[in-house]
């Protein structure tokens, strides 16, 4: 038992003087630093977490071309495939670099709340532009290293529920959740207000990965519901309209930023004509704020910017203005207060954070798709009216 | 529930037990000549689907083909996904079980190459293909054709139970009419005394693993159509599809025909009553039932040699 324990505190003795060492001697000697992005870079919901990364990659990209910084910045990707089970291993891969000093991601919920107690421990900041799980941000949590660059689920999922019970007037909401910490979280506020506003709601389950969804979409119909909402990713969400349109649905649908994709449109063809998709997200090829920066974009990436890249572009430049303030001699802690207390003007929004790292700010988006786009329709609430 | 809707889960649970029943038989025949569960099955069935798909954006059948385009489209998809399904089958047992058994390898060897070779093939397919979901291309408008108890039958819906029927009437008659029927089912049930009468067991068995490859590569493309194409489709199907084998009797061709759309039938009816994600519980409950009360399956008996 003693043994144990001796070996259980010299462990980690042994590994952090050896950090040590390797960072004061990486530090004098060239001047890279590093922040990372994880997020899913590969897995079935990709195209998710490469809209977030060339985001990432492009604000390093123009900064190190303006040559003013003084040292270099490097970009690591840390691939987690949006799964909370690789999570773990994808945010130790970033926290053994030792030159990385600030994360942006992870990009999911579930995965952001198994990696943030290792982040945290290591006192590696990581900003999230994505993960909107309102219990993310918990004080009893303790994730000291997570800051939230988005409105979350609260925000969301109270905006369907006022868009459906203002605007459209709807009697009855089919209300599905995929299982996953976002999905789940996501419809546990929407639910919430749509019985507020005094609107029946049938709430059911249907996990990811659901080989078919003709029975959940003929209990759909069956259910006589004037609305549905689907808590999920695109991938679920796809194969599931399709099978909406073909059991005759012809109520509203509506889904939220993990739907808000063109990848959607892809897999589900024209059965995803109509749908609505909210996001804190605004569309960066639409607002006068972002033209420049989508144009940028599609020159370096040969396609236009998705959900969240301009939000992932805003908190990498956020970063980089706290490393040059700091002349690129920052270390992973401080770096983490002066992050938590900053502000910063982005092209998107001001972000600014609580003392839980929550982000400051409400603003939810509505989007529907209409002839094969997602065409952006402007501020939930305000169209809600 | 109603009765309507009844009569609609219930359609909706044989098209799908239908899909099982003919991935199920790839299972069974498998088990039938090796004594073998062949666990890299689920991947020729994924692999059927990229088949489908491959040829699909080949052709590519663009906006509102024709009738007759359309019926070619489907034609031409099935016979991609089959070539894909019987070519990675007999790849499987060239190259992963045949030198076991050459080396007279212990069961357990076979299930562990089995399981290895499943994980080479969806990782294989998504370094291929790309990690993400696709969609097959539309091949026509998919309409109703028909209603069956008031429950809407729509095109996919009947070419993937149109499609299953005939199958496995197909094997059936093969299996008991034809001369290679009459080897496999010798090998079956005693492998050593069939090579003695002169049968030639590696080319049985080669051949009843290309069979297998052929029917769960078409399952694949038709499950494409019901759903998606992506590298991890195989696993659910796959594993529920093995249930499904075993619920009617491992080794038994009308078994698992009976077993698969028991199990489908389950799975849909689950859906109504207690909700999407009771699916997977409700199939291993009926599989657990099975077992307990019937443990050689719904409609199996001893084949072949004690596994």
Redesign the interface.
């Given at each position: 038992m003693l043994n144990k324990s001796i070996v259980r505190l010299a462990v980690p003795l042994v590994v952090g003087a050896l950090a040590l060492t390797g960072c004061s001697s990486s530090g004098s000697g060239d001047d890279t630093v590093k922040i990372a992005f994880q997020g899913p870079l590969s897995g079935d919901n990709v195209a998710l977490g490469e809209n977030e990364q060339n985001g990432v990659k492009l604000a390093i990209d123009q900064a190190n071309a303006k040559g003013d910084l003084g040292f270099k910045l490097e970009y690591v990707a840390s691939d987690d495939q949006g799964l909370p089970d690789k999570a773990t291993a994808a945010a130790q891969k970033v926290i053994d670099d030792e030159s990385v000093v600030a994360v942006v991601g992870p990009a999911f919920s579930g995965a952001t709340n198994t990696a943030s107690p290792l982040y945290a421990e290591a006192g590696l900041v990581t900003v999230s532009p994505s993960a909107t799980n309102p219990t993310l941000t918990d004080p009893k949590n303790n994730f000291t290293s997570l800051l939230r660059g988005v409105p979350n689920d609260s925000m969301q999922g109270a905006g369907m529920a006022t868009y459906y019970a203002k605007k459209l007037k709807a009697k009855k909401v089919y209300l599905i959740d995929d299982k996953t910490d976002y999905g789940a979280g996501l419809a546990g506020v929407a639910e919430k207000g749509l019985k507020d506003a005094g609107i029946a709601v049938v709430r059911k389950s249907v996990p990811q990965k659901t080989p078919d969804y003709s029975a959940t979409a003929k209990d759909v119909v069956n259910s006589k519901a004037d609305a549905l909402i689907y808590a999920g990713y695109y991938q679920d969400a796809a194969p599931f309209a399709k099978k909406l349109k073909e059991a005759g649905y012809k109520g509203a649908a509506i889904s939220g930023d993990g739907t808000n994709d063109m990848k959607f449109i892809e897999l589900a063809g024209a059965a995803s004509e109509n749908w609505f998709l909210t996001c804190p997200c605004t569309d960066a090829n639409v607002e006068a704020g972002t033209k420049k920066f989508a144009a940028e974009y599609q020159k370096a990436f040969n396609r236009a910017p998705g959900t969240y890249s301009a939000e992932s572009y805003d908190i990498t430049n956020m970063i980089i203005e706290q490393i040059r303030a700091a002349k690129g001699k920052v270390e992973r802690e401080s770096l983490r207060d002066a992050l938590a207390k900053a502000t910063y003007k982005g092209l998107t929004k001001t972000f600014s954070f609580d003392e839980n790292g929550e982000f400051k700010g409400t603003d939810v988006y509505l989007y529907q798709v209409k002839g094969g786009k997602i065409a952006y329709q402007g501020n939930i609430n305000q169209l809600a009216g | 529930m109603s009765l309507q809707?009844f009569w609609?889960?219930l359609v909706?649970?044989v098209?799908?037990g239908s899909l099982y029943a003919v991935i199920a038989i790839g299972y069974t025949l498998v088990y039938g000549v090796l004594q073998l569960i062949n666990f890299a099955h689920s991947e020729v069935f994924m692999l059927g689907a990229y088949g489908s798909l491959i040829v699909l954006q080949l052709l590519d059948p663009g906006e509102n083909p024709t009738a007759l385009a359309s019926i070619g489209f489907v034609a031409m998809a099935m016979a991609g996904s089959a070539l894909f399904g019987g070519v990675t089958a007999y790849g499987l047992e060239k190259v992963a079980y045949r030198p076991l058994r050459r080396r007279g390898a212990p069961r357990l060897i076979f299930l562990i190459t089995a399981i290895g070779a499943s994980f080479f093939l969806y990782n294989l397919a998504?370094k291929l293909f790309g990690?993400?979901?696709?969609?097959l291309p539309?091949m026509y408008d998919?309409n109703e054709v028909f209603s069956l108890f008031g429950a809407?039958v729509?095109i996919?819906?009947m070419l993937q139970f149109l499609t299953a029927v005939v199958m496995m009437i197909g094997l059936d008659l093969l299996v008991n009419r034809t001369k290679l029927g009459k080897g496999i089912r010798a090998v079956a049930q005693d492998a050593e005394v069939a090579s003695l009468m002169g049968v030639d067991i590696d080319r049985v068995i080669s051949r009843t693993f290309v069979i297998g490859g052929v029917l769960g590569g078409v399952a694949g493309f038709l499950?494409a159509n019901?759903?998606?194409v992506?590298y991890?489709?195989g696993f659910?199907?796959g594993i529920?599809a093995f249930a499904a084998a075993v619920v009617g009797g491992i080794g038994n061709i009308r078994g698992a025909m009976a077993g698969g759309v028991l199990i489908g039938v389950v799975?849909?009816m689950t859906?109504?009553i207690f909700?999407?994600?009771w699916?997977s519980v409700s199939a291993m409950v009926v599989l657990i039932l099975v077992l307990m009360f019937r443990p050689m399956g719904i409609l199996g008996k001893q084949v072949g040699r004690a596994a």
């Open positions: - | 809707e609609d889960y909706l649970g098209m799908l998504g990690r993400d979901p696709m969609t539309e998919n809407g729509n996919t819906q499950f019901l759903n998606q992506s991890t489709m659910i199907p529920t799975e849909t859906v109504p909700g999407d994600e699916r």
